[in-house]
């Protein structure tokens, strides 16, 4: 677990923040605080909380205990100021149908106070930015989802909120849209705070220089995603394809190199899998050790981990 | 106030964008038209005035009025969109009163385009346009009593149909609190007080004196004390079903 403050300190802090619906506990005190130049990847199962945290700290739903402060504005006594520094792209990215891309954000612009050329300036530069310019005259309900979805992330950028609070902001999109989408994030997160949640764990390596994994409305991980990694149970792990069976004989060799948890054979193939204790790199005893054998080797590389692994073993347990 | 008009816009513009604006005109005309000349008898009681067209009003508006409150909220929460105008930097109040100004205003212009009425009645005669006048802004006033309740009812369920029910039952409630037959219903066991209570939520007996084109202030009280606390009880409401 890390403890990280952006250079401003926290731009959200939540602080014991806890979402009860009826006996169920949704959200269970959770506490973090997000800073400036961060993006905070916000992982979990679905049905762990992250849309109803992401909804308190919006000011969307009550909060049940603890408090959230956003910009220095507490969302409970503060909503209107705390809502003006925030960009919120909420789940499913709800827009209204009936009107064409510029009426909509010609609304929002509005409701955000912008008028006259300040407000049509702001509107064809989150047009521009999410490359909107073709569907700018269509009512949004013939939009395709990939459409959709960019006309919501446009709406929560307009008003350059130093906070984007964005629920799966790359649900639905195609590869082309996923890598355009995260390149607008990594472009604006110099000087925002922003919370992206997803369950698309490339995402969190792809985007965030912070990961957040939580379960059952619990906290479980926080840190960066090198640190989450560094968790998956084949982190550091050594693979190594022989040139043939012969040079399996040396899984007792291996076994046996100091920091070796254990050594695994890849099933049906001449490869072994070599695991070491709590991460630790192996590959130079590995490599020596195979040298001295003088076994022939295809090849030999070091795993970096499967997130999926970590996502499982975080999530599962309890 | 500046938000609530930027509400108000974009409310009255989704009522044009639908033919729902243009189907609940047509309907509205065609039926104050039916009922004025058929049931009315506008021709055959040989009066100058609008007595006959006005008077059809509460029973039009028990109908149509929820028609046009249903979707106000119950939209917003079916499509989720209310989680994306809630997390916006406007007050929940001037949500609610954008949107209900919205309709009222949808609901004037419908009214105003029944100015034919008024043109076929001058020209057969000299009625008095004081009172025809005193009638139109009392209709309008009433609307708003409808409107309000349909826009408390509509942000109560998801469901549309819901809405129109719900709110069209409690108009009806409201319109003949005032009639012999629910009077008869709490005569002889209720007190009196509460008789009269009853009686003066009646929408029928303070719509009657307005007809005449008498324009009490205690019926403009009233139809805006009905705005008022449905309204209020809408913002509660909003509050209240957020995220469910």
Redesign the interface.
């Known amino acids: 677990m890390s403890e990280q403050g952006g250079e401003l300190g926290g731009m959200i802090t939540l602080d014991g923040l806890t979402k009860k619906f009826g006996s169920f506990t949704a959200v269970d005190n959770i506490s973090l605080s997000v800073g400036k130049g961060e993006v905070l990847g916000f992982l979990g199962p679905n049905g762990a909380g992250k849309s109803t945290t992401m909804?308190m700290v919006?000011?969307?739903?009550?909060i049940s205990g603890g408090r959230a402060m956003v910009c220095g504005h507490d969302i409970e006594t503060d909503p209107?100021?705390a809502?003006?520094c925030?960009g919120?792209l909420?789940?499913?990215a709800?827009?209204?149908?009936?009107?064409t891309t510029r009426?909509f954000l010609g609304?929002?612009a509005?409701?955000?106070?912008f008028t006259g050329a300040d407000k049509k300036k702001r509107v064809e530069t989150a047009i521009h930015k999410l490359e909107l310019d073709a569907v700018v005259n269509q009512?949004i309900e013939t939009l395709s989802k990939g459409y959709k979805r960019r006309v919501g992330l446009a709406?929560a950028i307009l008003h350059d909120p130093d906070v984007l609070i964005l629920d799966e902001p790359t649900d639905g999109l195609d590869p082309n849209q996923k890598h355009q989408v995260r390149e607008l994030i990594h472009n604006m997160a110099k000087d925002k705070a922003i919370v992206i949640s997803t369950h698309l764990l490339e995402e969190v390596t792809a985007v965030c220089t912070r990961a957040v994994i939580i379960a059952h409305g619990k906290l479980v991980f926080d840190g960066t995603p090198d640190q989450l990694q560094s968790q998956a149970p084949t982190h550091n792990a050594v693979t190594i394809r022989f040139t043939s069976s012969e040079g399996l004989v040396i899984k007792s060799d291996l076994s046996s190199l100091p920091d070796v948890a254990r050594v695994e054979t890849l099933n049906g193939t001449n490869t072994l899998m070599v695991i070491p204790a709590a991460g630790a790199s192996i590959v130079d005893a590995v490599g020596i050790c195979v040298r001295d054998k003088g076994v022939e080797i295809d090849e030999i590389f070091v795993e970096r981990g499967h997130l999926d692994d970590v996502f499982r073993q975080l999530t599962l347990r309890g | 106030m500046?938000?609530c008009w930027?509400?108000t816009?974009?409310e009255l513009?989704?009522y044009f964008?639908?033919p729902l604006a243009y189907v609940f005109i047509v309907i509205f005309l065609a039926m104050s038209g039916a009922l004025t000349f058929f049931l009315g008898a506008f021709f055959e009681r040989g009066q100058a005035d609008l007595q006959s067209f006005f008077s059809f009003h509460p029973w039009l508006y028990l109908f149509l009025i929820p028609a046009v409150a249903m979707r106000l909220w119950a939209e917003e929460r079916k499509?989720?969109?209310n989680?994306?105008l809630?997390?916006?930097?406007?007050?929940t109040w001037a949500a609610v009163i954008g949107k209900f100004l919205a309709a009222w205003v949808f609901i004037g212009i419908a009214l105003a385009l029944t100015f034919p009425f008024w043109i076929t009645v001058n020209y057969l005669g000299e009625p008095d346009n004081g009172v025809i006048l005193a009638a139109y802004i009392g209709s309008f006033i009433m609307a708003g009593g409808y409107l309000a309740i349909g826009s408390c009812i509509s942000a109560a369920t998801k469901n549309q149909v819901i809405a129109f029910i719900i709110a069209a039952v409690v108009s009806f409630l409201f319109l003949m609190s005032g009639v012999e037959l629910v009077q008869s219903f709490f005569q002889g066991w209720a007190p009196d007080f509460v008789i009269e209570a009853i009686k003066s939520m009646s929408f029928l007996t303070h719509f009657n004196d307005i007809v005449r084109g008498v324009i009490d202030l205690r019926d403009v009280i009233f139809f805006g004390s009905v705005m008022g606390v449905f309204l209020f009880a809408n913002t509660a409401v909003v509050?209240l079903t957020?995220?469910s």
């Not at chain 2, 809630?86 to 007050?91: A, I, N, R």
């Open positions: 909804r919006t000011g969307y739903l009550p209107l100021e809502r003006r925030i919120y909420p789940e499913g709800p827009l209204y149908g009936d009107m009426q609304f929002i509005e409701v955000r106070g009512p709406q | 500046h938000s930027v509400i816009k974009r513009g989704a964008s639908t499509t989720g969109t989680e994306l809630l997390t916006l930097p406007v007050p509050d957020r995220g």
